[in-house]
């Protein structure tokens, strides 16, 4: 029987290659792609949006803004603006909508209406 130079043998491990990326594990921003991711962010951009805009982590995103100095937008609902999504909720809003319009999560929308006493709707009311 014939073996192969990269098969391994009870005496020789198989060889195993990995490139300079995957020992690095995220994808390295260019300069000019961070001042886009910076400027991005800066124009309204979610962070989420931009992790995967840039195909890098949420964390990494952050990161780059840290490292930037870039003042950080508070993230969730912000409490003087409950009030208005639960108004735009019972006029039959969905929490997707009202989490793009207050540059948040849906889930953290049902958080805060359900913390200031909303009723969510059921699945047959939607």
């Not at 990269?6 to 990326?21: C, F, G, K, N």
């Not at 909720?89 to 929490?95: F, I, V």
């Amino acid at each position: 029987m014939l073996k192969l130079a990269d098969e391994p043998t009870a005496t020789a491990p198989s060889r195993i290659v990995t490139t300079q990326s995957q020992i690095r594990g995220a994808r390295q921003l260019r300069p000019d792609e961070v001042e886009k991711l910076v400027a991005r962010y800066q124009e309204g951009a979610m962070v989420k949006d931009l992790a995967h805009e840039f195909g890098i982590s949420r964390d990494t995103v952050c990161k780059h803004l840290n490292r930037r100095e870039v003042e950080r937008r508070s993230r969730g609902l912000r409490p003087e603006d409950v009030a208005e999504a639960a108004r735009l909720y019972r006029a039959g809003w969905s929490l997707a909508k009202i989490s793009e319009k207050f540059g948040t999560t849906d889930m953290t929308v049902r958080a805060r209406l359900l913390e200031a006493g909303v009723e969510m709707r059921k699945a047959w009311e939607r």
